[in-house]
């Protein structure tokens, strides 16, 4: 029997404590490096579907998850002129159709989530880290701050702009993806009653360079709303560059009565750029491998990267354990079982930007085609396909 194994996490974001949570419950010694100075709850909504959601129960959050979220009747996507849906996809039946509830929740609740359900000694903060490297029997992490630490395997859980895959891999990094987006948190309580229904909603209108998706987060407390638009340049990286709700609503001015009513009420609004990656060509060398993010960032179009990186969290966690004894060959099962899936749902995520508008029905049946011939399936089997995954059972066949 060999000693307790120890893994070093790159990364305090939702992938990198998700995989913590999961290694720890299979007995082994974990450390996180972060290079902020703070955990701090900053983004914006997070959609969590059935397949994410079953992670939380194997790992026993799942009533966290329930009392921080709220439950949507479905996602409806509406012309922004009528505020007509011409396309519904009901969730509330999302148990005994996709095997477990869906959830949508404020980004800080669900990492504050995360983060409780570890003890805070092995988080370390202001660790920025600056190289990776894997040898015979460890891996060493060095940091910004001139430490090196060494480690049984390093997980790259870095994020978009993953130091770890840039160190390891090599490659271009993330770009910009030419689209930026408006956010808004809107307080329920300084809002008329009938001012949002309990759908996911995305707001479309003619030509496709502008959408807008509002939804209840907090427990229905409050109202995330999201307005994307087409821009050829983008300088920042940070998530919060302050502007108004005067910017936003000069270019959605052409919208229906019901959604500008509903921008009409944004206070405190914050603008950034939507960053893409491509895949990447490989994940694992030798000790090291890449988790979320880091390997696989999408688009928010079909809400699935940290849903994709709390499937790799498990299923990571479970290929570790089985192969205590030889963690490069883990890690190497794990990337095989989760490379083709998160790389196709990257790709789906990249040509749904092309369908964000009002269509009409040859625009639909056109985007139908295009599902079926690039990824064998129409939009509601592709829904089965991302919500009724399930990443335990899918972990105990390939075991
Ligand atoms: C607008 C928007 C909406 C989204 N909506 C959804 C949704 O509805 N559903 C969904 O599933 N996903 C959604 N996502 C995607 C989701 O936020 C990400 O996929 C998810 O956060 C990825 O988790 P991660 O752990 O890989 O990276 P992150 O959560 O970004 O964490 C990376 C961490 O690594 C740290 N770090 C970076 N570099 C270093 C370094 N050199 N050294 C040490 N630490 C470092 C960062 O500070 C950060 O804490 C959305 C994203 C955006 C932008």
């Known amino acids: 029997m060999s000693a307790k194994k120890h893994i070093a996490i790159v990364g305090g974001g939702l992938g990198g404590l998700a995989a913590a949570i999961a290694l720890r419950q299979r007995d082994f010694d974990v450390e996180v490096y972060e290079q902020a100075a703070e955990l701090g709850a900053f983004g914006a909504g997070i959609n969590l579907s059935a397949n994410a959601v079953k992670v939380f129960d194997a790992l026993g959050l799942k009533g966290r998850l329930h009392e921080v979220s709220f439950e949507p009747q479905g996602h409806a996507w509406r012309n922004w002129t009528s505020g007509v849906a011409a396309r519904l ?89 030419g689209t930026m987006c408006w956010r808004s948190l809107l307080s329920v309580a300084d809002l008329p009653a009938d001012i949002h229904d309990r759908c996911v909603n995305h707001w479309t209108g003619v030509g496709h360079n502008r ?97 994709m990186s ?28 989760r490379k083709p899936r998160a790389t196709r749902i990257q790709a789906m995520s990249r040509l749904e930007v092309r369908f964000k508008k009002q269509s009409s029905i040859w625009d639909k049946l056109y985007r139908e085609w295009i599902y079926l011939s690039r990824f064998g399936s129409t939009t509601p089997g592709i829904y089965r396909w991302i919500y009724g995954y399930d990443p335990i059972k899918q972990w105990e066949q390939a075991a």
């Not at 504050?112 to 490297?133: D, F, G, Q, T, Y």
């Not at 009420?265 to 988790?291: C, I, M, N, S």
């Not at 969290?313 to 192969?323: C, V």
């Open 89 to 177: 996809l009901p969730l509330d039946e999302s148990v005994s159709r996709y095997g477990s509830n869906y959830y949508i929740m404020h980004r800080g609740d669900l990492h504050r989530l995360l983060c409780e359900a570890l003890p805070a000694s092995i988080i370390h903060l202001n660790k920025r880290c600056v190289a990776v490297e894997s040898q015979d029997q460890s891996a060493s992490v060095t940091f910004a701050d001139g430490t090196t630490i060494q480690a049984d395997a390093v997980i790259g859980a870095d994020g978009i702009h993953s130091a770890v895959r840039r160190h390891v891999f090599g490659g271009a990094g993330a770009r910009y993806a």
């Open 211 to 307: 959408f807008v998706i509002s939804y209840f987060v907090r427990q229905g407390k409050y109202i995330n709303i999201l307005a994307v638009m087409r821009q050829p340049e983008w300088h920042s990286e940070s998530w919060s560059v302050p502007s108004t709700r005067e910017e936003m609503l000069e270019s959605f001015s052409d919208v229906g009565p019901n959604l500008a009513r509903l921008l009409g009420h944004a206070k405190d609004v914050y603008k950034w750029g939507q960053f893409t990656g491509e895949p990447a060509a490989q994940w694992t060398k030798g000790r090291v491998t890449l988790l979320g993010d880091a390997a696989h960032a999408m688009l928010a179009t079909w809400g699935q990267g940290a849903c």
């Open 310 to 337: 709390f499937e790799d969290s498990y299923i990571l966690a479970r290929w570790l354990a089985r192969y205590r004894d030889d963690l490069p060959a883990g890690l190497l099962r794990y990337e095989a079982i």
